[in-house]
């Protein structure tokens, strides 16, 4: 029997609430929150792969792939597989949680020519540094096996998918779901 590689709306929403249920107290736990929603969200609607995620910046500059204003709106210029560069539509409610990640950081709510720095930053201080597409698996990791171990009682089905989800799921998932849209 082939798996499905993708998460049922109701286990994305599950995902969504252990995001949400993150603590919030301290400004570190506070960093992983927002940093943790914002990876899970950009994955979701941008349909990005990890190491495409990892390397993308605040603004596109230089060939470096990035958030870029065209004239009909803001877009996500990538190098994908196969160094194939592209610009991928960015919908409103990615562009809401970008505005939310950047806040959350201390910056304007929308980039600007010029600014430097990773679309995913670090949270050791050091403002402009990212992350790497391992550390970024890992966050995913983290997320779904926590939701996994937070239904098992109630949804045992569920939760058995979330076990064997991986990062590259949320692909799947939101190109899944954008598909299923009536």
């Known amino acids: 029997k ?7 709306r109701k286990q994305w929403g599950m995902v969504l609430e ?5 603590p919030r107290e301290t400004i570190r736990e506070k960093a992983h929150y927002h940093r943790t929603r914002w990876v ?27 958030f870029e204003y065209l004239e009909d709106g803001w877009t996500i210029y990538v190098v994908g597989k196969g160094i194939k560069e592209d610009n991928i539509p960015c919908p409103q409610k990615l562009m809401d949680e970008f505005i939310i ?7 304007t709510p929308l980039p600007s020519n010029g600014e ?3 679309a995913i930053q670090s949270i050791t201080g050091e ?8 550390a970024l698996y890992k966050i995913c990791e983290v997320i779904f096996q926590a939701t996994a171990e937070r239904v ?8 058995i998918n979330l076990d064997k989800a991986t990062i590259h799921w949320i692909r799947h998932t939101g190109i899944s779901h954008f598909l299923d849209k009536d």
Do not use: C, H, W
């Not at 252990?18 to 993150?22: F, K, N, R």
């Not at 403002?127 to 391992?134: D, E, L, S, Y």
């Open 152 to 159: 098992r009682e109630e949804f045992p089905t569920d939760a």
């Open 18 to 22: 252990t995001i949400e249920g993150l």
């Open 2 to 8: 082939k798996q499905r590689r993708y998460l049922t």
């Open 101 to 107: 990640y950047r806040r959350s950081l201390g910056l």
């Open 116 to 118: 430097e720095g990773y």
């Open 127 to 134: 403002k402009k540094g990212g992350i790497t597409a391992q």
């Open 40 to 66: 899970f969200q950009l994955l979701y609607r941008s349909f990005l792969r990890r190491f495409e995620a990892a390397s993308l910046k605040m603004v596109a500059t230089n060939g470096e792939p990035g």
